[in-house]
C-alpha cells in the first residue's frame, strides 16, 4: 500500500494513473502487488517503463526488469532490516522517473508501505512527513534532496532517518556526511542485478501447427505496451509527446483546455472558423454512431496537424482531476480520432469511482459507478440539495475506499463515516440515464456578507473558459459582499484580443493597462451569465497577473490544482486593493 497525506494537500498521489488500471481489469487481483505481476503475465515481459534524455530517443525497461530490479531493491531493503510494519514506512522522494515505480513496486512485493514525498512541499512540510510516518529509509533521486535529508538529521529534526538509497550518482563526501550524522548512503545500482537489454531474448512460443510443423515464435524485451515518463518541464511537453507517440494518453482538463484553445485562436478568419465548426460536427456526428477513425477528409484536411501533435498514435484517451466543459470534450472526441473517457474520483478511493462507458459520447457527465464501489448521494440542506430531486454530497463506499488518515482521527471522522461512507465534499446531480454529473463543491465553500454561499471552484471552471485567461483565482470572504479575482492571461491569446482594443506593448504593460482589465472582466461576466451563475457569484474586480500560478512558486499542488490559502496570502495586499474599488 501507500501512504498519503491530506493535512497537506498538495500531497496528491503520483500513482493515480497507475493505479487506475485497478479499475480497468475489474479488480480481478484485489492488492497493488496483485496488479504490479499483471503485465508479466500478459505483455510477454515487453516494454513498460520509459524514460529520454534531451534530444535523444526513448529507451526502455521491460516488465521483467522492471519486476526483476524492484524484487532486487527489496531484497534489499529486507537486508538492511526493513519488511513488512505498519509502525515504519519507505520514503520516495524524486520526480516522476522508471525508478520512481521500482521503488514503490519494491515495497508492494515484500507488503512494505511507500510515502511519497515532494520537495515542492516545503522544506518543513518534509520534516512533518517523516516523522509523522516514521520513515526510517528514504529512496532519492538526487544528492541535493539526500544533502537536504542529512542536514535534517544533522539539526535533530528527524531522529529517525537511517538509510538514504540514491537514484543518481554522488560523491563521497556525501556519504561521509552521511555517516557522520548516522545515515548510510547507498547507490540504488548497488541494489540491483543489471537487467537484459530491450533486444534480448524474452520468451520463445511454439504455435499449434495447424499447416505442419509448430513455428517457433522469438519475443524480445522491447514488445508490449509501456509507459514513458516526460523529462520533467512541462514546457518540453509537446517535443515528448511527438518522440514518445503515445497510445494511452491520461491527461487533466487544463492541458486539454489549451489544445481547444489554441487550435480555436488559430481560426482567425470567418472562413476557418466554418470550416473548423463544420469539420468538429462532421466527425462527432459520426462518433455517435460508433465510428471513431483518423482517416476523413476533415482529418486530412484539419485534425491530422492536431493528432500528430500528440503523436499521431494515440488510441485511448482519459481525462480526470477536474471537470471538462462539453464543448472541449465534443471537441476532442471529434479531433484526436480516439475514444475519450471522463473519469471521477479522489485519492481517498484509490482515484476513481466513477469512468464513463463506451459508446456513450454524451457529455456533461462523469459516467456510472465502478463495480468496485457503490455512490449515494446524502442530502446538504444548508446549500439546498437533497437526495430525493437525486441532489447531494457524493458519498462513495467499497473496497477501493481508503482506511484513514495516518494518525490523524479526527480528520478521517470528518470525511469516513461509521459505516464506511467516504464524504468526497463534492455536490452531485443523478441524470436519468443513470450517470453521474458534478454541479457543486460542498469544500472549500464560503459565505458572503449577505449570507449567501459561494463556491469559488466552480466560478473558476466556469470563468476559465474565457479565451484570454490561462488561469484564474476567486476570492472572497465572510466580511465581503462580492467577489474579487486574479486573472493569468494567456500570453499566446492576449496579444490577438487586445489587438482588437488598439493596444500593443509587453505581457506585463498589458496587465497593468486599465482598458485590457475592463475587457476582460467584462468577458468573464458575459461568460458567467451564460453558464447561469447568479449576480453574486460574478466577480466585481480583478487583477490581472503576468506570472502563472505553479508547483514551483507554491501556487499549485502537484497535480495542478489551486493553493486556496496560498493564494489568498500571496494576493492579499492586491486583493486589498481591489475591495477599496469597489463600492459595497
Known sequence: MSIHFSYYKE?????????????????????????????????????????????????????????????????????????????HFIGIFAQNRPEWIISE????????????????????????????????????????????????????????????????????DLKERGEKNGVEILLLFDAEVWPPRPEDLSIICFTSGTTGQSKNITVVYSC????????????????????LKPTVFPSVPRLLNRIYDKVHNEAKTPLKKFLLNLAVSCKFSEVKKGIIRRDSFWDKLIFGKIQDSLGGRV??????????????????RAAIGCPVFEAYGQTECSAGCTFTLPGDWTSGHVGVPL?????????????????????GEICIKGINVFQGYLKDPEKTKEVLDEDGWLHTGDIGRWLPN??????????????????????????????????????????????????????????????SFVAKLGVKGSLEELC???????????????????????????????????DPFSIENGLLTPTLKAKRGELAKYFQTQINSLYENIQE
Open 434 to 495: 443513470g450517470t453521474l454529473k458534478i454541479i457543486d463543491r460542498k469544500k472549500n465553500i464560503f459565505k458572503l456578507a449577505q449570507g449567501e454561499y459561494i463556491a469559488p471552484e466552480k466560478i473558476e471552471n466556469i470563468y476559465i473558459r474565457s479565451s484570454p485567461v490561462l488561469q484564474v483565482f476567486v476570492h472572497g470572504d465572510s466580511l465581503r459582499s462580492s467577489l474579487v479575482g486574479v486573472v493569468v492571461p494567456d500570453p499566446e491569446v492576449l496579444p
Open 105 to 172: 513496486l519494491a515495497c508492494y512485493t515484500y507488503s512494505m508501505v511507500a510515502v511519497p514525498l515532494y520537495d515542492t512541499l516545503g522544506a518543513d512540510a518534509i520534516i512533518y512527513i517523516v516523522n509523522k510516518a516514521n520513515i526510517s529509509a528514504v529512496i532519492c533521486d538526487t544528492p541535493q534532496k539526500a544533502s537536504l535529508l542529512i542536514d535534517n538529521v544533522k539539526k535533530g529534526l528527524t531522529p529517525g532517518l537511517k538509510l538514504i538509497i540514491l537514484m543518481d550518482p554522488f560523491e563521497d
Open 315 to 332: 488510441s485511448l484517451m482519459v481525462t480526470g482531476a477536474a471537470p471538462i466543459s462539453s464543448p472541449v470534450l465534443m471537441f476532442l
Open 512 to 546: 497593468k493597462n486599465q482598458v485590457i482589465n475592463k475587457a476582460i472582466l467584462e468577458d468573464l461576466q458575459k461568460i458567467g451569465r451564460e453558464s447561469g451563475l447568479k449576480s453574486f457569484e460574478q466577480v466585481k474586480s480583478i487583477l490581472l497577473h503576468p
Open 11 to 87: 500531497a496528491q498521489s503520483k500513482i493515480i494513473q497507475y493505479r487506475f488500471f485497478v479499475f480497468l481489469v475489474g479488480f480481478y487481483l484485489l492488492t497493488s502487488y496483485g496488479l504490479s505481476i499483471l503485465p508479466v503475465f500478459f505483455k510477454y515481459n515487453g516494454p513498460c517503463l520509459g524514460y529520454r534524455k534531451p534530444n535523444q530517443p526513448y529507451r526502455w525497461l521491460s516488465y521483467k526488469q522492471v519486476s526483476d530490479r524492484a524484487e532486487y531493491l527489496g531484497s534489499c531493503l529486507l537486508h538492511k532490516g526493513y519488511g513488512p510494519s505498519t509502525d
Open 371 to 391: 463495480a468496485c464501489n457503490h455512490v449515494k448521494l446524502e442530502d446538504v440542506p444548508d446549500m439546498n440539495y437533497f437526495s430525493v430531486n437525486s441532489e
Open 224 to 243: 508490449g505496451a509501456k509507459v514513458g515518463f516526460f523529462q520533467g518541464d512541462i514546457r518540453l511537453l509537446p517535443d515528448d509527446m511527438k518522440t
